[in-house]
């Protein structure tokens, strides 16, 4: 079944405590993006990827770091947490964009992240 | 700087009362605009890509459409289950960059 996991599902952390919410997907996709939703504010990009060791800032890549090292992997680092990362985040993926357009992309089904 | 703002933010409607939400965009060079549907506590679930203006598409009760400043996201006799949060989503060409940049979603509450 082609899809995009996430790990954790939920993570209760305490200010400054580095941690990586891990994603993966089995589509072969070029493309892989984090998003954070928050209430009132939407979904908000992090980072995205366009391939292996290119990475590149969203709107609010403050406080996270991102690494691809692999074409299926796409992990989230928070070196030090803070409460206002206090999040549900979202992994996403899709085909490289042609053209100069996005492909459809396929969502995980969310980490919610809560920061003490 | 580039926004896309949905209307309303929340919208309840009776089983077979048609309707339509907004999407309206300020961005320059768009690229492609994208409709998702998102159930509570799950990822978004895509729904619909158009790239140029006058660009409709369909499917089942739902029919997007695009003109140059915005999208209609049309319901056609709702049924519960189509009950959901309808998100929109731009992507704009700033740079050398891809970004995409999401509304904030309208909340689709469908009454039997």
């Known amino acids: 079944e082609a899809q995009v996991t996430q790990n954790p599902r939920y993570l209760i952390t305490v200010t400054g405590k580095k941690l990586t919410v891990t994603c993966s997907q089995n589509m072969n996709h070029e493309y892989m993006s984090w998003y954070r939703q928050d209430p009132g504010l939407g979904l908000r990009q992090i980072y995205y990827?366009?391939?292996?060791?290119?990475?590149d800032k969203g709107d609010v890549p403050e406080g996270y770091k991102v690494s691809r090292k692999e074409k299926r992997n796409f992990p989230l680092i928070l070196e030090s947490p803070s409460p206002n990362q206090t999040s549900l985040y979202f992994c996403?993926?899709?085909?490289?964009?042609?053209?100069?357009?996005?492909?459809?992309?396929?969502f995980g089904p969310g980490t919610r992240l809560t920061v003490l | 700087e580039d926004q896309v703002t949905q209307s309303p933010e929340a919208l309840r409607l009776q089983e077979g009362e048609s309707s339509s939400l907004n999407c309206s965009y300020t961005?320059?060079?768009?690229?492609?605009l994208f409709w998702y549907r998102q159930d509570p506590g799950k990822g978004p679930e895509f729904l619909f890509t158009l790239y140029s203006a006058g660009e409709e598409k369909e499917k089942e009760r739902l029919k997007a459409t695009l003109t140059k400043k915005e999208s209609f996201l049309h319901i056609t006799a709702p049924k519960p289950e189509d009950s959901a949060t309808y998100l929109c989503a731009v992507h704009f060409r700033g740079g050398s960059n891809y970004k995409l940049t999401f509304g904030k979603g309208t909340l689709l509450t469908v009454n039997p």
């Open positions: 996403a993926s899709s085909l490289y964009p042609r053209g100069g357009s996005y492909n459809e992309q396929f």
């Open positions: 990827s366009m391939n292996v060791e290119v990475t």
């Open positions: 961005v320059s060079g768009l690229r492609g």
